[in-house]
């Protein structure tokens, strides 16, 4: 069965069970997270169930990976509800229609490997500042206030739960208390049945045979959620909504496919399986065009969900095909009742949800290391909290980047050393040069570090000009310096010109292989000439002692050898001379 399909090959009767019965569990726990996920974005809660619907069997049958289950999340609720709030439902349409097309885009220019380079504060502190935005926003559910206004920021939106608090129901306080029991207590008892779905019903039970009219349902605020899909239809996409909505589309883009590629790589480890990032992107790219067609909003690879999906024995992304064919039988069948559902009933979800997916500790070790690392982390956690997102990013990024260069910069020594005549092995040491002891034809320094544009050029420097007689041999033992940019080879072409216009000559040892290609590709390596470079440091100083020391120059000293030369002389030329 399946035979030849590639991620189907070998596909057999018995795996098809198994992706039945893991399809339908993670499809009956997607159908209130979707309704929950839509309606704390600002939207209608069918809007969650079409894109849990659509998006879930195209990421699931053309995405690269095989356990992956998409749809709507948390992650992209605090973007989504902004959007929303700033510029309407229609407009958010367009947003995620235009970061599908990214997301295609990304994956056929195969772009999927360097979202993994994002760096890790980065990814933890964002992730941590959404889930307290999420956690925050369900407190006036749960309580049951009335009359709340939503505002894009964290702080306005804590003062109106302050500023309502004198509306708190208590019917709604028990009804959302028992669906938090429930999600507490259903995995430590019942570990098969889906948690939030027994707090759902339990809890709608108890509000419509207690407490029925006294807590807001979905009906009561959204009316009834329609039995189908809705009709197809075009979003907006005239150049003046493309032009506004290009900065929502990129976020929604990029945190889409982080979120896609950390979920692919989970699924990795857990069913032993390897995804493919670029199609990944391509899949969901292409599902968050469709989404948007059907009136759902933007969608991505759903970690717990893809978890859950692999410890039910799914095989094949059959099984995400058949969690959206479930949901939408749900739809079909059931929706009249989900009106039923009290909202209060969902904040304690969300809550959930918020706190398995803060990074509580990945974010508590960073954090303890209070270095530049932790800076980054913090920084854009806040900036998650209090700004937006896209603010988030965009400075982390930003910061992680100086503070590496500067981490970087501090990491460049030059120093300048002579052959220790202690060691057996020849070794070079700093200790050996002073201000009486050093060779007066023979300048050997350690380069450590990259020479890149973040460093000041450290052939220029004061105590380098003051350590080097230009028109000595001058030996750079490169084997520390692992990167060269063009800004590192002007440094060097700089020093070689000088070198050479006093009578020196230039000679390189030890070099890496990126050094080597970057010096090769802009014709160094060739100015200077095969004969100057070498692999190690003391075939580079044979070669000076042969064709570029005079050793009768040291006037005390006919020694061969350049080790049993210092260890005469090892002094400066005056000394020798005397």
């Given at each position: 069965m399946f035979k030849g399909w590639g991620r189907f090959e070998g596909y057999g009767k018995g795996d098809l069970r198994r992706d039945l019965i893991a399809g339908c569990i993670v499809g009956i726990i997607a159908i209130p997270l979707g309704m929950a996920f839509a309606i704390a974005s600002g939207v209608k809660p069918e809007t969650g169930i079409y894109t849990t619907i659509i998006a879930g069997v195209l990421i699931s049958l053309l995405g690269g990976s095989?356990?992956?289950?998409?749809?709507?999340t948390g992650a992209f609720i605090p973007i989504l509800l902004g959007i929303v709030l700033q510029y309407g439902y229609d407009k958010l349409l367009v947003a995620g229609f235009m970061a599908g097309v990214l997301l295609v885009l990304m994956g056929v220019f195969k772009l999927g490997t360097l979202i993994k380079f994002i760096p890790k504060p980065v990814t933890v502190g964002f992730t941590a500042g959404i889930a307290v935005t999420i956690f925050a926003g369900q407190i006036g559910n749960f309580l049951g206030l009335s009359g709340l206004e939503r505002h894009e920021s964290f702080l306005l939106n804590m003062k109106e739960l302050a500023v309502h608090i004198d509306t708190l129901n208590i019917y709604a306080v028990i009804v959302a208390g028992v669906c938090l029991a429930s999600l507490l207590l259903v995995p430590r008892f019942l570990p098969k049945v889906p948690p939030s779905l027994v707090g759902l019903l339990l809890s709608t039970l108890v509000a419509v045979l207690f407490m029925n009219g006294k807590v807001a349902t979905i009906g009561s605020a959204y009316g009834n959620i329609p039995a189908s899909l809705p009709s197809f239809r075009l979003p907006e996409l005239s150049w003046e909504n493309m032009r506004l909505m290009i900065g929502p589309a990129v976020v929604i883009a990029l945190l889409g496919g982080i979120e896609s590629l950390l979920s692919a790589v989970?699924?990795?480890?857990?069913?032993?399986?390897?995804?493919?990032?670029?199609?990944?992107?391509?899949?969901q790219g292409i599902a968050n065009m469709a989404v948007p067609l059907f009136g759902g909003i933007p969608a991505t690879?759903?970690?717990a969900r893809t978890a859950t999906n692999i410890k039910n024995g799914a095989v094949s992304p059959l099984a995400g095909i058949i969690h959206g064919l479930v949901v939408l039988l749900v739809l079909v069948l059931l929706a009249p009742y989900a009106s039923a559902i009290p909202l209060a009933a969902m904040a304690p979800i969300l809550m959930i949800v918020a706190w398995n997916m803060s990074e509580r500790k990945p974010f508590a070790k960073l954090f303890k290391l209070r270095n530049s690392d932790s800076i980054v982390l913090v920084v854009t956690f806040a900036l998650t909290v209090f700004t937006t997102l896209t603010t988030a990013v965009e400075v982390g990024l930003a910061l992680a980047v100086l503070l590496f260069v500067k981490r970087m910069a501090e990491e460049q020594r030059l120093d300048k050393v002579l052959p220790d005549r202690d060691s057996?092995?020849?070794?070079?040491?700093?200790?050996?040069?002073?201000?009486?002891?050093?060779c007066p034809q023979l300048g050997i320094f350690n380069v450590r570090g990259a020479l890149f544009f973040g460093v000041k050029n450290p052939f220029e420097t004061s105590e380098f000009m003051a350590s080097h007689d230009p028109s000595q041999t001058l030996l750079l033992?490169?084997?520390?310096?692992?990167?060269?940019?063009?800004?590192?080879?002007?440094?060097?072409?700089?020093?070689?010109?000088?070198?050479?216009?006093?009578?020196g000559t230039l000679l390189l040892s030890g070099l890496q292989s990126q050094p080597r290609r970057m010096l090769e590709k802009t014709g160094l390596l060739a100015e200077l000439g095969e004969q100057a470079c070498f692999a190690h440091t003391g075939e580079a100083i044979d070669a000076a002692l042969s064709r570029h020391v005079s050793v009768a120059g040291c006037a005390g000293c006919r020694a061969a050898a350049f080790r049993e030369c210092t260890a005469l002389c090892g002094k400066s030329s005056e000394e020798s001379a005397s």
């Amino acid at each position: 069965m399946f035979k030849g399909w590639g991620r189907f090959e070998g596909y057999g009767k018995g795996d098809l069970r198994r992706d039945l019965i893991a399809g339908c569990i993670v499809g009956i726990i997607a159908i209130p997270l979707g309704m929950a996920f839509a309606i704390a974005s600002g939207v209608k809660p069918e809007t969650g169930i079409y894109t849990t619907i659509i998006a879930g069997v195209l990421i699931s049958l053309l995405g690269g990976s095989k356990f992956q289950i998409g749809g709507p999340t948390g992650a992209f609720i605090p973007i989504l509800l902004g959007i929303v709030l700033q510029y309407g439902y229609d407009k958010l349409l367009v947003a995620g229609f235009m970061a599908g097309v990214l997301l295609v885009l990304m994956g056929v220019f195969k772009l999927g490997t360097l979202i993994k380079f994002i760096p890790k504060p980065v990814t933890v502190g964002f992730t941590a500042g959404i889930a307290v935005t999420i956690f925050a926003g369900q407190i006036g559910n749960f309580l049951g206030l009335s009359g709340l206004e939503r505002h894009e920021s964290f702080l306005l939106n804590m003062k109106e739960l302050a500023v309502h608090i004198d509306t708190l129901n208590i019917y709604a306080v028990i009804v959302a208390g028992v669906c938090l029991a429930s999600l507490l207590l259903v995995p430590r008892f019942l570990p098969k049945v889906p948690p939030s779905l027994v707090g759902l019903l339990l809890s709608t039970l108890v509000a419509v045979l207690f407490m029925n009219g006294k807590v807001a349902t979905i009906g009561s605020a959204y009316g009834n959620i329609p039995a189908s899909l809705p009709s197809f239809r075009l979003p907006e996409l005239s150049w003046e909504n493309m032009r506004l909505m290009i900065g929502p589309a990129v976020v929604i883009a990029l945190l889409g496919g982080i979120e896609s590629l950390l979920s692919a790589v989970v699924a990795d480890g857990m069913g032993g399986s390897r995804h493919n990032s670029n199609r990944e992107l391509i899949g969901q790219g292409i599902a968050n065009m469709a989404v948007p067609l059907f009136g759902g909003i933007p969608a991505t690879g759903a970690i717990a969900r893809t978890a859950t999906n692999i410890k039910n024995g799914a095989v094949s992304p059959l099984a995400g095909i058949i969690h959206g064919l479930v949901v939408l039988l749900v739809l079909v069948l059931l929706a009249p009742y989900a009106s039923a559902i009290p909202l209060a009933a969902m904040a304690p979800i969300l809550m959930i949800v918020a706190w398995n997916m803060s990074e509580r500790k990945p974010f508590a070790k960073l954090f303890k290391l209070r270095n530049s690392d932790s800076i980054v982390l913090v920084v854009t956690f806040a900036l998650t909290v209090f700004t937006t997102l896209t603010t988030a990013v965009e400075v982390g990024l930003a910061l992680a980047v100086l503070l590496f260069v500067k981490r970087m910069a501090e990491e460049q020594r030059l120093d300048k050393v002579l052959p220790d005549r202690d060691s057996r092995h020849g070794k070079v040491s700093t200790g050996r040069v002073t201000a009486e002891s050093d060779c007066p034809q023979l300048g050997i320094f350690n380069v450590r570090g990259a020479l890149f544009f973040g460093v000041k050029n450290p052939f220029e420097t004061s105590e380098f000009m003051a350590s080097h007689d230009p028109s000595q041999t001058l030996l750079l033992r490169m084997g520390g310096v692992p990167l060269i940019d063009a800004s590192g080879e002007a440094s060097l072409q700089g020093l070689l010109k000088r070198v050479r216009t006093s009578g020196g000559t230039l000679l390189l040892s030890g070099l890496q292989s990126q050094p080597r290609r970057m010096l090769e590709k802009t014709g160094l390596l060739a100015e200077l000439g095969e004969q100057a470079c070498f692999a190690h440091t003391g075939e580079a100083i044979d070669a000076a002692l042969s064709r570029h020391v005079s050793v009768a120059g040291c006037a005390g000293c006919r020694a061969a050898a350049f080790r049993e030369c210092t260890a005469l002389c090892g002094k400066s030329s005056e000394e020798s001379a005397s």
